[in-house]
């Protein structure tokens, strides 16, 4: 909480509310009054009570005496008494309808305030820095010819490269730095509590001037300054310590390394867009290097923020990168390399970067998700206008009675658009329990953590109150219109009306299934492609891997010996050491190959011996690396089909082409492997070269995990005779894994949850339209009664009646596929080129899509068709 | 005589104001309110109850005493009026009257 004097203000818009309904005599002592009670109340309670209690106060204070115009006169508000009391009678005397409207109507509303939600949480990410404008995370393309990486972290030197050069324009900086390792070892030795955690991060002591997150306990000046500080967070405090205070206590860090706690902070709020536990000072790291930060301007391990000062610009200082790269980027790549700021804000909607913090979102999702609520509330709102026309000719008496008593027709107006914004308020209250109900299951799913008092903050409340107008207003008015229109005498004489405005309605009905059946469509083709993603082969086996993390751990010097070890399990098929997790991510490396007159960026990937027999794949030309031949480790490369292709060599040249690498190792291609996903299937298959690498210092950065296959039938011994050779080998660190299939799965949980909402989302859809279909199927049931009646009489049979009656329904859904189908055809094929990897759009899910409404609606038609051939017509006609 | 009777509620409004003599003001009545009868009625029902008052006659009111807390604005203080005492007054005798008529029996066992 920032900015003392404003949260001791109440909130803007219920105090100008209050202005602008009362009258100037009694403005300033009621005003006076509720702000000394919210300034009494923000005292001892929290903010959003008080808030709270603040709009109650306001409503409350909506008194006849304070209001500005006395010209209400006794006789309108009579007769909005007497509107109210229509509208109430008419309720009840019809209970199944408008229980049907207003229950379709708060599902509707209810789904769209869901959607609202989840879209307003999805837009706020990193929105809470005081500087959040101007925070910038710096991020380096290094691409060659569009092979290489679009990387979300830089070199070491380059932080204090650019507040050095550019002191004037940046005002701070700040590097993360993790190892890049998925998890590191913490322990609290007096207490003998260790974990591995994976979010450990480095941060330079100036990491308080660019963010604003909360320390609850320590001083933000001076808390990262000296080396050795860690910052924990409450809830990691409470794993470590329990109860006790952590201030001045110490963990132990990779078993060598002791850090103090010199402050708390406050969880990382779920909308930032990386999530840390641990902060530790990152002068701290000097001694990993010997004394000093690693010197390179090639490998860029850093994710490095900048605050630009109030009156530079991006694009302003972006121009200025440019001679900054060739002033310090080495001459091989510089001309590669490429600087540019990404705004802080953007980067959970935006960013998919290569070595991204954390995954973020997706902008096409929030898309998505906006316009299924659009979708989901049209035809909602179609149902209200529908059921509402539909009644009206049950009201058609009271109008020729209103307007023979000398009712104006704008009077009938305000009554029918009165009586539909008060349905439309009760369906809105409705709605607003579904969403109290819903919303902890709403957060799991979406895993975040929005509070239903979210609801009070004022775009929240006033959007409400405005579209609860707005959607009666709009329902009302068709139906207000045909209602005033009816000729006085005519219905006055007449009982029944014939049905009008059935064409209008006939094409409301025909576009809210079509909108229906598009979702249907949609879902179906977001679920295959979610499918598809998951389970077309990726051209290796990550089915029955155990991946153990290994980074900055000491496995280097006992590698060996733990494969040997557990080798000897009959579980334990072949294991070996990999740089990243495979068909995740790769990293990079600089290779210039025979016929290149200069290195380029190339996908690298380190990796043990048995790599391609344990991943299981395939080699199209040449050998695996070899555990007997010496030189592999130094003078040997495997490469990917695709880079052989990109070289414009034939596989079986390939092997035995020469390479450089660093201008001083040469060697030779020993093998090709049949392409395979290295990376998600959101990209394409790149170039890619596999290198052995078997010192035992490449545990410290160049292999991160040892990928096991195992036996699949037998987990539970494979998995404890693992742990055996993990503890023969390294008793003092825990064992953790984690299967690649499942992990591997993750990288398509922005489509899951994709997948997830629209399923639920399209069967409400279809659900609502269902609910009007039924209203307008009994309807149309009862204005035929007498003519089933008379059919009856002269013999028609049941099925007769069920097709009479289901008819023009049937042909109306028929309209809305034809309509549904290009359209939905047009946009997903739209959404599935955005992936490298996609499914064609196939035939059988539209005609699935179309048969389940068909069917859905076929019942709910039929119901009423069954009864009307069930009255006996005796009862029907002898009202003549 | 409808419109001197007083309500329960005014009732209590209109002691409360006479008893709190020149700090008579819608907060310290409120708080008055609170704590002498655990009720915590809304702002909005106070002034509109202070307001039936005044237009009945039984206090008047005058402005005054702005504090920071309330943004710099002013208050409304109210007084009782001698009309409003004498309804008081009407209605303890009423009240008190009506109580000795009780006859002296206790209800033991309650």
Redesign the interface.
Known sequence: MQGNDHSKHPPRWPDKFLGWFCHEE?L??????????Y??RIAEHRKWKANLLFY??I?????P??FKQKSQTPNTIAMFKNYLKVTYRNFVNQKVYSGLNAIGLAIGLACTILICIYINDELSFDKFHSKSDRIYRVVEKFESEGVGEHSASLPFPTGPALKNDFERQVEGVVRFFNFQSPTLALANKVADKGFNEPNIFFADSTFFNVFDFELIAGDKQSALAEPNSVLITRSMAKKYFTDEDPMGKTLEFQGNHHLLVTGVLEDTPKNAHFKFDFIVSFSSLKKNYGGGYPTTWYWNPCWTYIVLEENTGKEEFEAQLEPFVLKYFPDFIKEDIELQLQPIEDIHLHSKLDYEITGNSDIKNVYIFGLVAIFVLIIASINFINLSTARANKRAKEVGVRKSLGSAKSQLISQFIFESIVLTFVSLILAIAIVALVLPAFNQLTEKAVPLSILLEPAFFFGLIGAGLGIGLLAGFYPAFVLSSFKTILVLKNSHLKTSGLNFRRVLVTSQFAISIMLIIGTFIVLNQLNYLQNKDAGFSDEDVVMIPVLQSPMGQHYENFKNTALQSTHIHSLTAVEEIVGAKSQVGNYKFEGMEQSKPFPRFNVRHDFTSTMNIPLVAGRAYDQSIQTDDSLALIVNETLVKSMNWSIDEAVGKRFEYRGEMKGQIVGVVKDYNFASKHHPIAPLVLTLNTRPGAFNLFIKYVAVKIDGTQVQNALSDLEQAWVSVLPQRPFDFFFLDDRLNDSYKSEQKLSSVTLIFSILAILVACLGLFGLATFSLEQRTKEIGVRKVLGISTAQIMVLLSKEFMFLIAVAFIISIPLAYYSLNEWLNGFAFRIGIEVWPFIVAGLITFIISMLTVSYHAYRASSINPANTLKYE | MKHTQLGEFEELVLLIVGSLHDNAYSISIKNELKEKTKRNPSIGALHSALNRLEKKGFISSHEGGATAERGGRRKRFYQITAFGRKALDQVYELRSSLYQTLPNVSYAGE
């Open positions: 009694h300033e002592i009621l005003r006076g009054d509720v702000y000394e009670l300034a009494e109650l106060d409503i409350g204070l909506c008194r005496f304070v």
